[in-house]
């Protein structure tokens, strides 16, 4: 067997070892084992890339090796969990980028020894450049807004679409360039490259911040193809598979997270979603008007006194205040007062997947008290206090009921059914959505209106003098 | 080195299947740390930078080679790394 | 004609992650059809079979080859069809 | 391009064909398109393929696809709905049979001719040989069992584990031999086929007739990568990929349909089930003894007179007794009288999947009468009279009560919900899984001992006489 054999076949391994990986990564059970075996693929993959008999300088490489594995691990280890999606945007742009410079380099070194290496190699090149570009501009606009560098608002400029489809056009001429006349590469792979880093950033721009998840893995599907891409300049199977292999799966993750948030991915890119406020459907004046009945810490208190089952529901709001800590200290008093006390996860509360998971289990909520949607919701009838902190559009009924709202179908918390629901947010504003929320104005309902970090430390001072009483 | 494009582009779609058919339900807790692990797989560009680094090409190749090699570097150990930080915290038990 | 071991080793690999991803659920009533129209997709091997009977090579090839077109064509033809009046059978609406 | 480039462009087309259409065929609304779109694949192949330059002779091609084209449409379109099974397993022999002829014919054009044509070459001959003969045998093994041709019960040949791994031991030594020596590729290679006969037919026989569906979707996985194995052979991309697809989906196709019987495919594998009668639980008389009410045509057609809902539960009996255009006669009668008429459907009532939807079809009863397991199930309660015709495990509670017996966990229809219960059958003979079945002694349970054609003939004479009185 020569060597060449012996790099596909471990290629071919760590195909296997990514798919495995990938696979695992889907179910809570396997998720942690996933992700270790798609890393032993990737050290399989790049051990055998070393052993291959072409390569003669080791010393760049270790020093590579080092200095990329050391930012990587510290940037990895530094980060806070909320800031955690903008980091996987960071790593996400860096590999689109390194597929670009791939692709260069071996332009550089074929087409610049005076070969014309074909069609596939440069058509190939044209397009790692141009995905490997987009995907390392849009991912550092996606990580801007969502570090609050860069607005994290729509941006909607004029005649974008116009602008765009010119840029796109102008970057399909540079590749018809390269291809037609290889020994002038420099020239036309640089302008794709250009080209594609505006285009990355005008395309991310008018996307709205809390969509940024979606657009993040959207971009993570391309850095994906852009590896594939570069597979094709290589002729390597490695990058191929494995490329084409993540560009899929990123595909489809993005239109699960797209549904799972009840949007057509069409409707994300196309931006200004969760930019303005209202619009259509009934004023907040009509909803609101003259029903909202406002609550006391002390009010809140003797309500909670002698309940049987009190439901957190967390949601965006929670996250702001970094509420977390006190839910957890006004569960443990109502816990020792022998109230059972549950959270409800609403798959898409908060501004990530896993948002309020990931905050409640930094607090020390037991996993066991966190129940998910389709779970909680019969379970709320017989719910004493159902206590809202921050949510808004993941408990507002107008899902069910109009459906030309901007959220008509998505499967809401039926938090209106426990017997006292209770509202902690700051004001009558509208969440990511933009709709009022006839909850706030229902017969069970009490608005607590306050910071919920505020507000939760007044409750569970309230709630202490009401027991000692 | 050279494969002829037809292998290239049947490998190519056969993976490209498998990548869509491979993930079907994922409980919205796992989307963000399956986005972050796919993402370190995708850093396979590695590869290619180590190729480009190593094998002894002008020192602009090389240069580019070793930018790529540095960036591939951090998504793939970033990538696992904070994939991991990231399922131990979603999975927690109190 | 002779492509790298490693390489068919590899489509062979993809193709059957693949045919394990591409069917995950499937209603009873299908399963029979289902079957069978696999059942005429395997008959595949009636291109091995065309190739042996007309590449001109000996008498006795030619006839193995030609054994192997008729059970394969039938295979083939048979499966499409017996399936395609299966699902018509089970799908008729009163 | 050159001539190798566009067939395997042609293959990789047919391919995606393949995998689209199975795809297809999993879902109700798409399976007619997707048995086309699987059959156009298979028409790009076979096409590109005559274009090969190498081919020089037509006649014998015309001829070979005119004969088989001929057999294989009259087979598909004489057979009649119930032997359909039986239909694909012959094609499935058939396909594993040109498997292995055509990795015989490479064989012998090729080592025949003094070349020795290396490792991958030989071992997949040997594995096409071997895998595309057990297919034959084992078909024509199945097709004589669901035919009535071979006994259907399980024949458990004492020895059978120890003379089946002689066999196999036998057949691998073959292949060694094959490799090793392959200028004398005749005798081993003949060895290999008439030991892979053998063991098919061993392999086939310990397996009762019940679970043939199952057996010949594992065959047809069989047959499936031997083709894939005759790609190796000859090199061919189409052949290897459309195989290992068709192979790795019938592996897969087989575990559901286990599932759905609630059987372990080793299990169905290791035989012996649905040969001998009961043997574990309790016994037939313990659970019989004294319970039995046995009724007549006249006393049913009381009880059917003046009903709101009838629900017909059909299973194996009426597929025997071809009884399901009396069920259509009684179930127009009852329609006339003002009685709403359903089917109760269990995914596995019968001897293969779909076998009731066939029957009831074939007798013009309505599609949307003909309702679900999941979906009939709660209506149980508000019917008057549930029918059961030669219908027994899928209606037995043991399932539910007996954690012990065969059918334990298997989902069955709650006939017994039903205000009265009818079940027409020849004897109180146990079903396929051989157990007794308490719903037979319960108290709204009237029995009908009768041949199911002959029963529904009197039924529907006593109703029209006891409307007309
Ligand atoms: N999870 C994801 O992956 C994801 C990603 C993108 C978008 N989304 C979308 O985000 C929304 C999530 O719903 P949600 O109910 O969690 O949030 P939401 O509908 O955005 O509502 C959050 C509420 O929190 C309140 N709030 C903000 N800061 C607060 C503070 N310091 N103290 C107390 N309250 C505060 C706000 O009201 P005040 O201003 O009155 O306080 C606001 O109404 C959904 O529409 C979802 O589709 C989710
Ligand atoms: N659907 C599939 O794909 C499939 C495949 C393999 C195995 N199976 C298995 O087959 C069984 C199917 O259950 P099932 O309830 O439909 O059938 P069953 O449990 O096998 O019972 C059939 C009953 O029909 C009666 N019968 C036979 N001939 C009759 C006639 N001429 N007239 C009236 N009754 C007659 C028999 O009783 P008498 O002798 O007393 O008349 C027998 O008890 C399940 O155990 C299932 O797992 C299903």
Redesign the interface.
Known sequence: MDTQTIINAAYLLAAVLFITGLKGLTKPKTAVRGNKIGSTGMLVAVVVTLFDQQILHYTMIVVGLIIGATIGAVLAIKIQMTGMPQMVAIFNGFGGIASTLVAGAALLEVTGGGDNPGLQFLMASGISGLIGSITFTGSFIAFGKLQGIVTSDSVLLPGRHVVNGLLGIAAIGAIVMLVTDPSAFAVPYLAICLLAFLLGVLLTIPIGGADMPVVISLLNSYSGLAAAATGFVLSNNGLIIAGSLVGAAGLILTQIMCKAMNRSLLNVLIGGFGGEAGGAGTSADEVYEGKIKSSSAEEIAMVLEDTQRVVFVPGYGMAVAQAQHGVKQLANLLEKQGTEVLYAIHPVAGRMPGHMNVLLAEADVPYEQLIDMDDINPMFAETDVAIVIGANDVVNPVAKTDPKSPIAGMPILDVGEARTVVVIKRSLSPGFAGIPNPLFAADNTLMFFADAKAALQDMVAALKETVDA | ??????????????????????????????????????????????????????????V???A???????????????????????????????
């Not at chain 2, 993930?23 to 989307?31: A, F, N, R, S, Y």
Request: glycine content about 12%; proline content about 4%; aromatic content about 8%.
């Open positions: 080195m050279s494969q002829p494009f037809i292998l290239s582009l049947t490998i190519f779609v056969l993976a490209v299947y498998v990548g869509f058919e491979v993930i079907t339900k994922v409980p919205p807790t796992l989307h963000t740390p399956l986005m972050s692990g796919a993402n370190a797989i995708s850093g396979i560009t590695i590869v290619g930078a180590l190729l480009s680094t190593g094998l002894g090409l002008s602009l190749t090389t580019l080679g070793l930018a790529a090699l540095i960036f591939a570097t951090i998504n793939v150990v970033g990538g696992f790394m904070v994939t991991h930080r990231m399922l131990g915290m979603f999975q927690k038990k109190g």
